[in-house]
């Protein structure tokens, strides 16, 4: 024998090998591992997770894991978590997490159990781990350990009709100062129409107040202490407040998306500034399919820094049977579940799903629909998951930039005054340790 | 010495009997009372116990002894929410004992009251609150609501409703009102079919007017029914809870942040605890003054 085929040979085996080992290993994961187990889910209910339940009985059918779900309004899912949790029982096995406002509380608490080695052995070989949103993955990262799996990718985008800035003569606005002057010549052209529409409710604004904020330049805190009373802060509480005041709906302190989408949906606002996974919502009934275009926030002072937030998938610490749970999780954020997911109006954080051709077909049927996934591009490369402090009480940091927003909506306060208050309370909240 | 068969000591058969039957059925309601006690005792000692804990954001707990107190006392959000509370609890009782007492009249001088009309009457209160919440929350929308829209098509201005700083309260009050009168009115039609008709009969003998008798014996007899409902609703409307929370969540700003739903926030959405057991607390023992404070005024009305 030549040398030549000698080494041919062990090339050979060795590849044979490998490929034994691998189909071995790959064979190794087995989605009926926990046949017969029942798993806990404590959901929220929101598009994502009403959209990912319609395919419940797929995943009873491929694990023979039986799926308990108790399903709750959002606030009311956060305090059932917070009292299950507190108790450290094992009533829940997975639950649904919103990094960008609870992940640092959450994971101080201990209330995650740590994903990254499961990520890493028992995960099916067509999950692709390295697909996902590395920045979304970033976020639900505390101290090395990961926390949860992104089920989405989302943040705040405007709606706008076409028709009426038609009729109008309105331009799509290039600047957030262009958003202003389409309300007021919207507002003088047609008065029945509610110029432009956002959340103005207490404790959901930050949300959309964030994305004004960064893209006009300011910043929360600045050297550790709240920056609230910055020239470019207080511009951003003064532009947010006074579109809302003086464009907005009456009684928009009350509004957050129910009555937004609602809102825009039966064809009574012109401009809505709202969450993207709203799509589904605006566009039921067909009425606003063909007439809404759609935009990230344009640029500011400080160009565009699009709030971008993704819905998380995570096992709680106290789970009996973390190993079954972490087959659910990674089941509803697998390439195939989030494909079916995208086509209902889920944008998934996975490129992959985002080139896939049934996808791409369904995005290119409605105009539309291509508009809000080029939104969402923009949202994945630029965004910031940034909605109220970056510390661990950040949700009640969010209570206090409502507070401040608020009174200037209802004009109880100078934008002086209201930023002072603002920052006085929270300066208090971060020296809280 | 005292002889062990003196007659002091030697009780008779019949209370010998009597004794031991309060003993055995002691025994049995002993596992029942237990429960009830257990089930009432325990959480409000664990929730004093909270009280003089002290949780941060990341759930750290240190002892604090009366700091949450302390810190309660001078916290203004604690007394406007004591404000709006006591303001939103006169409002709607007043609207519930007026319309309760009028609606109770009215089904009591009707001859004949069809089950559908009673059914009507019974199912604001039937509603779970929540449903209840939605709804208005839908009917006063300002834009798309059909409260504005009957207001504008009647040629009257239309109103924020719930999102007006200044009308929130009374509008919450209306419906809660809308929910709950019927249930007053029940309790004092009761009432008045328990009153004796010797005293209307001489009232009619004596020449007396419909208001007369309505002011000088239909209403001073009512009143320990009417401070009954009193007691009843005090207890609901000091911890008026699901209406704001569904409709505004204490908003627009704080101004219908009652006691219980400044509470709810500070312990479930910021995590602190220890300082909403000592809110808590503070709004128990308000109640508990306020039921008591009744009690006393039913005593003495009472006939």
């Not at chain 2, 006169?90 to 009591?108: D, P």
Request: glycine share 6%; proline share 6%.
């Amino acid at each position: 024998m030549t040398a030549k085929s000698v080494a041919a040979g062990l090339t050979l085996s060795i590849i044979t090998a490998s490929a034994i080992v691998s189909a071995a290993h790959a064979a190794d994961f087995d989605w009926k591992k926990f046949q017969g187990k029942t798993v806990s889910f404590l959901a929220n209910n929101n598009p994502v997770s009403q959209t990912l339940l319609k395919h419940k009985a797929d995943f009873e059918k491929l694990t023979g894991i039986t799926l308990k779900v108790d399903m709750y309004q959002e606030q009311q899912m956060r305090q059932r978590l917070v009292t299950v949790m507190n108790a450290h029982s094992d009533e829940a096995d997975v639950f649904m997490t919103l990094p960008s406002r609870e992940g640092a509380q959450f994971a101080a608490a201990g209330w995650y159990a740590d994903l990254t080695p499961m990520t890493k052995n028992e995960v099916a070989p067509d999950y692709d781990y390295a697909g996902l949103s590395q920045a979304l993955l970033k976020a639900a990262t505390y101290n090395g350990k990961l926390t949860s799996m992104p089920m989405n990718i989302e943040g705040p985008v405007l709606y706008y009709r076409t028709d009426i800035f038609k009729k109008c003569g309105v331009d799509q606005p290039k600047t957030i100062g262009d958003i202003e002057a389409a309300a007021k010549k919207i507002k003088a052209c047609d008065p029945s129409i509610t110029p432009f529409v956002s959340r103005g409710l207490k404790p959901a604004l930050p949300y959309t107040f964030s994305n004004f904020l960064h893209n006009m330049g300011g910043s929360y805190m600045v050297n550790g202490k709240s920056a609230l009373c910055t020239p470019k802060d207080k511009a951003a509480l003064d532009t947010y407040s006074h579109l809302l005041r003086a464009y907005g709906p009456p009684g928009v302190v009350n509004y957050s998306f129910p009555q937004i989408s609602a809102l825009y949906r039966a064809g009574r606002a012109a401009m809505d500034f709202e969450a993207s996974n709203e799509l589904p919502t605006v566009m039921e009934g067909g009425a606003r399919l063909k007439d809404t275009g759609l935009i990230p926030l344009p640029p500011g002072d400080g160009g565009q820094v699009p709030t971008t937030i993704g819905w998380g998938i995570a096992v709680s610490a106290y789970s009996k049977q973390p190993d079954a749970a972490w087959y659910f999780v990674q089941w509803a954020t697998s390439p195939a579940v989030q494909k079916l997911m995208a086509v209902q109006g889920i944008a998934p954080p996975r490129s992959s799903v985002a080139d896939d051709p049934t996808y791409r077909k369904w995005i290119n049927e409605q105009p539309v629909r291509k508009e809000w996934q080029a939104a969402l591009d923009v949202l994945a490369s630029k965004g910031t998951s940034e909605v109220g402090y970056p510390i661990v009480a950040n949700p009640q940091s969010r209570e206090f930039i409502g507070q401040a927003v608020q009174s200037l909506i209802l004009k109880e306060k100078t934008v002086d005054q209201a930023c002072a208050d603002a920052d006085k309370a929270l300066d208090a909240l971060i020296a809280q340790k | 010495m005292v002889a062990l068969e003196s007659p002091a000591i030697r009780k008779p058969a019949e209370t010998f009997g009597q004794d031991r039957q309060r003993l055995e059925l002691a025994a049995l309601s002993a596992p029942a009372v237990l429960f009830t006690v257990g089930m009432i005792a325990f959480p409000v000692i664990y929730t004093v116990w909270l009280s003089f804990q002290s949780f941060s954001s990341t759930g750290k707990q240190s002892f604090v002894g009366l700091g949450n107190y302390a810190h309660l006392i001078s916290d203004n959000e604690f007394w406007h929410g004591l404000w709006v509370t006591l303001a939103l609890y006169l409002l709607s009782l007043v609207l519930q004992l007026v319309f309760g007492v009028w609606l109770a009249l009215v089904l009591f001088h009707a001859k004949r009251l069809s089950g559908i009309v009673r059914s009507l009457f019974i199912s604001p209160f039937m509603m779970p609150p929540v449903v209840a919440g939605m709804m208005w929350l839908v009917i006063l929308d300002p834009s798309i609501g059909a409260a504005n829209y009957i207001l504008t098509s009647l040629g009257l201005p239309p109103s924020d409703w719930l999102a007006s700083p200044t009308f929130v309260i009374p509008t919450v009050a209306l419906i809660d009102s809308w929910q709950w009168t019927p249930y007053v009115a029940l309790i004092v039609l009761g009432g008045l079919q328990s009153l004796p008709p010797s005293v209307y009969e001489a009232a009619q003998i004596d020449g007396a007017s419909p208001f007369k008798t309505f002011q000088r014996i239909t209403l001073p007899l009512l009143l320990p029914t009417i401070v009954t409902a009193t007691i009843l609703r005090s207890v609901d409307l000091l911890r008026f809870f699901d209406i704001i929370y569904i409709t505004t969540q204490g908003g627009p700003g704080n101004a219908s942040n009652t006691l219980n739903i400044y509470g709810f926030r500070v312990g479930f959405e910021f995590f602190n605890i220890g300082y909403a057991s000592a809110l808590m607390l503070t709004l128990t023992a308000i109640v508990f003054g306020a039921v008591l404070a009744f009690n006393r005024l039913r005593n003495a009305v009472a006939w």
